[in-house]
């Protein structure tokens, strides 16, 4: 029977030709908004690295001339550290930190970098004071933090994530082990490995993974002033505190200008900008194939009464309801397979082009099944009624339908 | 082997109601070739779609092997028509799509059975009707001769104790309306087929053993 049906599909491909394109669209709709899914989900429940509850965040703006010269830096380090001080002594404060950059923040500095034998390393860099690392909680796999007795160090110490270690010394344990920045190694002091941490996703839930790198910030140097903080308060501190807190800044730095935000708001705002056009590409989506099953409905409900005489004499033959229910749904899934089978021929040029290379091959496995199988429910449910009406008709009338 | 009694078949819309067979008591006998005739729309297809068990009847019972099949359910039916009930229509009803052991096949397609052993009887039916060598061709290749032959191939596939024929000449000019009658003819005598065949034609109805007439849903002989 499976044979005789696919003798029908292939013999009737030109009339079949308009539900083979409807499918083959849908197949590619379907594909793109589940690799979006996909990844999306993936990145959601891939571990953030830190703990954004509880910590507050503050941007300030110095004066235009803050930054020009050694000691007006070393100024302005230094009073970022009273300010570091003076807030831990506020009641709900636990820590205090500078750095470059905290969670949610859309600015990044990265480096890349060819290793002595050739490998192309390239990886976000963060810089900030030690407690930073304690402030959001960043969750240690090996090694350790950064401490004040660094800063005396010959050498730079440097914590790493996961991908990045692995990225630069394999399965080894990269404690201890120098960076090799190939030929820009005489860019500045050896930089040491002295932790690595599970990740640190500054972008949020829904940000590609990638390789970070900490790097200590001294207050007490002449280096270019961090201007954001990162403060850990005490759980339960309420948002009135926000007041309490400006006032505090203000009146430590009256002519520098602070924002300050809680991180929990901050990432509100990050989830609804990246779900915005997700929601918005889903919604398109399904409205997109709905249309499809309408006009999928629409075609076979067509293909079904021009067939009515065939479903006459099928009958007249000695088929059951159920025989003809099963035809034709039959039939439509293996129109629907040649639909799929040139979606997957043009699914498969993606990577092949490099398009889209941020889709791993575990998503675009998934997204292909996820369609695949989306498209055969879809067009099993929009043949059920063509076939059921198919099996309803009465071979005597049928076979006098003209 | 065909038993109607007191058969009526009334059709019904909202407003009108037709009387398409009256009172019809009729036998077939095994082996019997018998021609139903009758002016158009007295009810010569209606009988033979009660026959065939196409239709039921509004009243009455039909009986097929002296079996009451009214209270048949579907699949009951349908396994009737395809183990002992064949078809050949006026207009042949190939499906154009497929070849013609193809079209052969269809009934097969509905026992259980391996594909080799439908294309064996497919072709033998085939050959039966003296068309082996059109097997890989399609409807639209073949004159209406060929194609009521392809049908009838199609119909004694199964091997039926009946053959249903409405109007099985209608469509064809003499020449191949004698070929198609000999083949009905042959099948009839020398399988033992019943065959029960409506028509409008004098002379074919003469051919054979028994005709049976109709006028206004009504028989009259």
């Given at each position: 029977?499976?044979?005789?049906?696919?003798k029908?599909?292939?013999?009737?491909?030109?009339?079949?030709?308009?539900?083979?394109?409807?499918?083959?669209?849908?197949?590619?709709?379907?594909?793109?908004?589940?690799?979006?899914?996909?990844?999306?989900?993936?990145?959601?429940?891939?571990?953030?690295g830190?703990?954004?509850?509880?910590?507050w965040?503050v941007?300030?703006?110095?004066?235009?001339?803050?930054?020009?010269d050694?000691?007006r830096?070393?100024?302005?380090?230094?009073?970022?550290?009273?300010?570091?001080?003076?807030?831990?002594?506020?009641?709900?404060?636990?820590?205090?930190?500078a750095?470059?950059?905290?969670?949610?923040?859309?600015?990044?500095?990265?480096?890349?970098?060819?290793?002595?034998?050739?490998?192309?390393?390239?990886?976000?860099?963060?810089l900030?004071?030690?407690?930073?690392?304690?402030?959001?909680?960043?969750?240690?796999?090996?090694?350790?933090?950064?401490?004040?007795?660094?800063?005396?160090?010959?050498?730079?110490p440097v914590?790493v994530?996961?991908?990045?270690?692995?990225?630069?010394?394999?399965?080894?344990?990269?404690?201890?082990?120098?960076?090799?920045?190939?030929?820009?190694?005489?860019?500045?002091?050896?930089?040491?490995?002295?932790?690595?941490?599970d990740?640190?996703?500054?972008?949020?839930?829904?940000?590609?993974p990638?390789?970070?790198?900490?790097?200590?910030?001294?207050?007490?140097?002449?280096q270019?002033?961090?201007?954001?903080?990162?403060?850990?308060?005490?759980?339960?501190?309420?948002?009135?505190?926000?007041?309490?807190?400006?006032?505090?800044?203000?009146?430590?730095?009256?002519?520098?200008?602070?924002?300050?935000?809680?991180?929990?708001?901050?990432?509100?705002?990050?989830?609804?900008?990246?779900?915005?056009?997700?929601?918005?590409a889903?919604?398109?989506?399904?409205f997109?194939?709905l249309?499809?099953?309408?006009?999928?409905v629409?075609?076979?409900?067509?293909?079904?009464?021009?067939?009515?005489?065939?479903?006459?004499?099928?009958r007249?033959?000695?088929?059951?309801?159920p025989?003809?229910?099963?035809?034709?749904?039959?039939?439509?899934?293996?129109?629907?397979?040649?639909?799929?089978?040139?979606?997957?021929?043009?699914?498969?040029?993606?990577?092949?082009?490099?398009?889209?290379?941020?889709?791993?091959s575990?998503?675009y496995g998934?997204?292909?099944?996820?369609?695949?199988?989306?498209?055969y429910l879809?067009?099993?449910?929009?043949?059920?009624?063509?076939?059921?009406?198919?099996?309803?008709?009465?071979?005597?009338?049928?076979?006098?339908?003209e | 082997?065909?038993?109607?009694?007191a058969?009526?078949?009334?059709?019904?819309?909202?407003?009108?109601?037709?009387?398409?067979?009256?009172?019809?008591?009729?036998?077939?006998?095994?082996?019997?070739?018998?021609?139903?005739?009758?002016?158009?729309?007295?009810?010569?297809?209606?009988?033979?779609?009660?026959?065939?068990?196409?239709?039921?009847?509004?009243?009455?019972?039909?009986?097929?092997?002296?079996?009451?099949?009214?209270?048949?359910?579907?699949?009951?039916?349908s396994?009737?028509?395809?183990?002992?009930?064949?078809?050949v229509?006026?207009?042949?009803?190939?499906?154009?799509?497929?070849?013609v052991?193809?079209?052969v096949?269809?009934?097969?397609?509905?026992?259980?059975?391996?594909?080799?052993?439908?294309?064996?009887?497919?072709?033998?039916?085939?050959?039966?009707?003296?068309?082996?060598?059109r097997?890989?061709?399609?409807?639209a290749?073949?004159?209406?001769?060929?194609?009521q032959?392809?049908?009838?191939?199609?119909?004694?596939?199964?091997?039926?104790?009946?053959?249903?024929?409405?109007?099985?000449?209608?469509?064809?000019d003499?020449?191949?309306?004698?070929?198609?009658?000999?083949?009905?003819?042959?099948?009839?005598?020398?399988?033992?087929t019943?065959?029960?065949m409506?028509?409008h034609?004098?002379r074919?109805?003469?051919?054979?053993?028994?005709?049976?007439r109709?006028?206004?849903?009504?028989?009259?002989?």
């Amino acid at each position: 029977m499976i044979r005789h049906m696919f003798k029908m599909v292939w013999n009737r491909k030109a009339s079949n030709a308009l539900i083979i394109l409807e499918i083959l669209v849908s197949f590619l709709v379907v594909f793109a908004v589940a690799a979006m899914a996909i990844f999306n989900w993936r990145n959601y429940h891939r571990p953030l690295g830190y703990e954004w509850e509880d910590v507050w965040h503050v941007r300030f703006r110095v004066g235009d001339t803050e930054f020009d010269d050694d000691e007006r830096r070393l100024a302005a380090n230094r009073r970022v550290e009273r300010i570091l001080r003076e807030l831990e002594t506020m009641d709900p404060v636990v820590q205090a930190s500078a750095g470059h950059f905290p969670p949610y923040t859309r600015s990044s500095s990265s480096r890349g970098w060819n290793t002595s034998d050739g490998r192309e390393i390239h990886t976000e860099i963060i810089l900030a004071t030690p407690e930073f690392l304690d402030v959001l909680g960043i969750k240690r796999v090996a090694g350790r933090g950064f401490e004040a007795a660094d800063a005396a160090l010959h050498w730079k110490p440097v914590v790493v994530n996961r991908s990045l270690a692995v990225d630069l010394f394999g399965a080894e344990d990269p404690i201890g082990r120098t960076i090799d920045f190939g030929s820009r190694d005489d860019d500045g002091p050896e930089t040491r490995v002295i932790g690595v941490i599970d990740d640190y996703r500054k972008e949020g839930e829904l940000a590609v993974p990638s390789n970070m790198m900490f790097e200590p910030f001294w207050l007490q140097m002449a280096q270019r002033p961090l201007t954001q903080l990162a403060i850990r308060l005490a759980p339960g501190t309420s948002a009135a505190f926000e007041e309490e807190l400006s006032e505090r800044l203000h009146a430590l730095a009256p002519e520098w200008s602070f924002n300050v935000r809680s991180l929990a708001s901050k990432r509100d705002a990050y989830l609804r900008l990246r779900l915005a056009p997700l929601f918005v590409a889903g919604v398109v989506a399904v409205f997109l194939i709905l249309m499809v099953a309408l006009g999928l409905v629409g075609v076979l409900w067509q293909n079904v009464t021009q067939r009515t005489l065939e479903v006459g004499l099928r009958r007249a033959k000695g088929a059951t309801r159920p025989n003809i229910h099963w035809q034709i749904l039959g039939e439509l899934m293996m129109i629907a397979s040649i639909g799929l089978t040139l979606g997957a021929l043009v699914v498969v040029q993606v990577p092949m082009m490099g398009w889209f290379s941020f889709l791993d091959s575990a998503t675009y496995g998934l997204a292909f099944v996820v369609s695949v199988v989306t498209i055969y429910l879809l067009a099993g449910a929009c043949g059920l009624y063509p076939s059921w009406l198919a099996a309803r008709v009465q071979p005597a009338e049928a076979l006098h339908y003209e | 082997m065909i038993q109607l009694r007191a058969v009526e078949k009334v059709y019904r819309t909202d407003r009108i109601e037709t009387i398409a067979l009256s009172n019809v008591n009729l036998e077939i006998r095994s082996g019997e070739f018998v021609s139903i005739m009758g002016p158009s729309g007295c009810g010569k297809s209606t009988l033979l779609n009660l026959m065939g068990l196409l239709d039921v009847p509004s009243e009455g019972t039909v009986s097929l092997a002296g079996e009451s099949v009214v209270s048949y359910s579907d699949r009951q039916l349908s396994r009737l028509r395809n183990r002992r009930l064949g078809f050949v229509f006026q207009t042949f009803h190939l499906i154009a799509d497929l070849s013609v052991v193809d079209n052969v096949e269809i009934p097969l397609l509905y026992r259980r059975m391996s594909g080799s052993e439908r294309r064996r009887l497919a072709l033998a039916a085939l050959e039966r009707v003296g068309l082996s060598s059109r097997v890989h061709h399609f409807p639209a290749q073949l004159s209406g001769g060929q194609q009521q032959r392809v049908a009838i191939a199609r119909a004694i596939v199964g091997e039926p104790d009946v053959l249903l024929a409405d109007e099985p000449t209608g469509n064809l000019d003499s020449s191949m309306g004698d070929e198609v009658m000999a083949i009905l003819h042959d099948l009839n005598s020398s399988a033992g087929t019943t065959i029960v065949m409506v028509t409008h034609d004098e002379r074919l109805a003469g051919q054979t053993g028994r005709i049976l007439r109709l006028f206004d849903g009504r028989q009259v002989n």
